[in-house]
């Protein structure tokens, strides 16, 4: 155990602050960018599936609130940005509680609770679609108004810097988290709730703390998304896509650790990069969709030989080439 | 036995190197012109990405096949092609990598969100981009100076389709008076409903029901069944291709027989795949769309290029060929790949030289003021335009039975 727990997240961290210095095209600072942001919505996933063992299918109810709260207090309001986003973080989180005590109260687990959050996001997609405060189906438009004072950078480093620092937040949370009481509260919840709850672990008040923190940080996601891409619809807030970017990154990075998500998030948007510019520049892209075939098999082949994740495939090549001693 | 040995690789590693190069020696004129064509052509909207796309190139050859822009010493035009992936993320990235490349304008974009995403990431290298055929009246509201449309706005698009609808009952010795109105769930669709719902009751219609549908939709028995129940004489859709087909397919089945059908911006009444593959249940079907003008003799030239290895003629094509061109036209007054000077020659623009039934463009805070859709009917395996009647090939058929 290392006397400095914080140490690997301080690196990582800074690592990750200097890429821009070296890296400056514009490409890969929206990749970045946009890999934190989903970082951030697995991260919040992560808490409450990674730790708590409860799986939700409807992250995108937290995105989506976050990123129409962040939206709409700024639209029709005429908030803020900056005031709007821990506004929007609070709904988030008070979403998150609201469906935690309908769903954890009847006492729902496993696919049960899993189809109900997938049921919240649908509603509230379908929500958001028919009413004319979020503009309906049409959508709402965040004028573009560049400056730090409105939280539109002009310059795209600092758009990446502001989700790192929310990246990093979350991060040194999850970590403290994972050794702290409540943390481990929910990793006995997560592996035998009735054994916990025998031991005197009150189950539903840790899987509301679980879920409402789950619904901020996912929230915060959501805010930066809005500030980032300005446009909203119901299919882009509430749609299926985030739900599963946010239950896939820490799957394949490595369930209920602290960097699962975030390594998760890069390799899975790594991935998809990557096989779309090598296949453009070899195709021509004169077969459309060629590198979301490819995409596709090797996320099979990465779930079929990394079972516990990237993280826990890493660890496997560490412990071996230390060599295994009995 | 013949083997392949060092020297037949050899031989033949030159040669193909050779035809790999030879195409660039005759380029090496003037340094080519970047041009960025985004289209969505994987996930929900790829058959009109791609059928956008393949007007662009044909644009873009007929452009370099003329010997390029002129006053730019004959600088071809270079495709630089993004997929948009059918989502605003898709979009932005790709405008990103189409940054890095240097590009000197971007076409397309297809549908509304994606237009106004990738069009404000755009704005913030000021590269002119010129949208293909998002409706949406944001795109053009917005005050960005960079944003250009060339076809006609949701707006623009409804109006003209109820004035043209009222003319043709009136026409009819007011044949339809009872509606329902079929739209899908997202920006065109709700939209149109909403705006139907207000503007018709007051024109003499009497609006049965208004049913929504989502996108995508698997089934349409249920309102293919609730329309058969209400027995309207007309009825109007507004979806996206598949769900369009599969309604009328099923009306077909149903034997559900409305005086008209009558569509607004639908995805599958201006498009001959559907005429071709479903001639009898697209028969009669009118629409009120994108559509390119018959009396201009390039449109026929355009439209037996696209045609080509059995491909079929969309609004997506001569759209995307007008606004290549519309931009080449920008490039050549500018006379530099300077954005600046391409967005000022935009918003100066009189380009006459396209397919689209619109006049001199004249641009007013990014909008194309003489743009105008077409109302087209399917007419015995042919798409005629009914309206306006200075250029309609046909008359209207209606009642339809």
Known sequence: ?326 | MTSINRRTILRGAAATGALIAAPGLVRAQAPAIKIGILQPVTGALAQDGEYGRLGAEIALNEINAAGGIKSMGGARLQMVFGDARSNPEGGTSEVERMQGEGVAAIVGGFASPIVLASSQAASRYDIPYICDVGVSDQIVGRGLKNTFRFGPGFGNVTSTAIENLVKLNDAAGKAAKTVVIVHEDGLFGAGMAKLLQTQLPPRGFEILETIAHPTPSRDMSNVALRIRALNPDLVIPSSYYAEFVLLSRTMQQQRIRPKGIYAILNGAASNFRFVKEFPDAANLVMDCNHWADPRKPKTAQVKALAEQGGRFWLYNTPLNYSCVLLLADAIERAGSADRGKITEALAASTFSDHIMPYGPTKFVNGQNMGAAPVNTQVQNGDIKVIFPSEFADAKAVFPAV
């Open chain 1, 1 to 326: 155990m290392s006397r400095q727990p914080y140490m690997p997240i301080a690196l990582v961290v800074v690592g990750l602050a200097l890429l821009p210095l070296g890296l400056t095209s514009n490409t890969v600072l929206n990749f970045l960018a946009f890999a934190m942001i989903i970082t951030l919505a697995a991260q919040g996933w992560n808490i409450l599936g990674g730790y708590g063992g409860q799986f939700s299918f409807g992250h995108a109810v937290f995105f989506g609130t976050g990123a129409y709260a962040m939206a709409l207090l700024q639209v029709r309001f005429g908030i803020n940005p900056w005031l709007a986003l821990p506004l929007a973080m609070a709904l988030g989180a008070g979403v998150g509680f609201a469906i935690g005590y309908l769903s954890f109260r009847a006492r729902l687990r496993g696919s049960y609770f899993a189809l109900v959050t997938l049921a919240f996001a649908e509603v509230f997609r379908i929500s958001a679609n028919a009413w004319g405060f979020t503009g309906g189906a049409a959508g709402v438009l965040v004028p573009l108004r560049i400056g730090a004072e409105h939280m539109q950078f002009a310059d795209k480093r600092l758009a990446y810097w502001l989700a790192l620092t929310f990246v990093a937040a979350t991060l040194a949370l999850t970590h403290a988290l994972s050794r702290s009481r409540f943390g481990a509260h929910l990793v006995a919840v997560r592996e035998n709730e009735e054994a916990a709850r025998a031991l005197g672990v009150d189950a539903l008040a840790v899987k509301l703390k679980a879920i409402t923190l789950s619904g901020a940080i996912t929230a915060s996601a959501g805010c930066l998304y809005t500030q980032k891409f300005l446009y909203l619809d119901a299919n882009l807030a509430y749609g299926p896509w985030i739900s599963v970017e946010a239950l896939l990154a820490p799957i394949i990075g490595g369930l209920g650790t602290v960097f699962g998500p975030l390594v998760g998030a890069v390799v899975l948007l790594g991935l998809g990069e990557v096989t779309k510019t090598a296949f453009a520049n070899l195709t021509g892209g004169a077969i459309p969709g060629v590198d979301l075939v490819v995409f596709g098999v090797l996320l099979i082949l990465c779930v079929a030989y990394a079972p516990r994740g990237v993280l826990g495939l890493a660890q496997g090549w560490l412990g071996r080439l230390k060599g295994a001693r009995p």
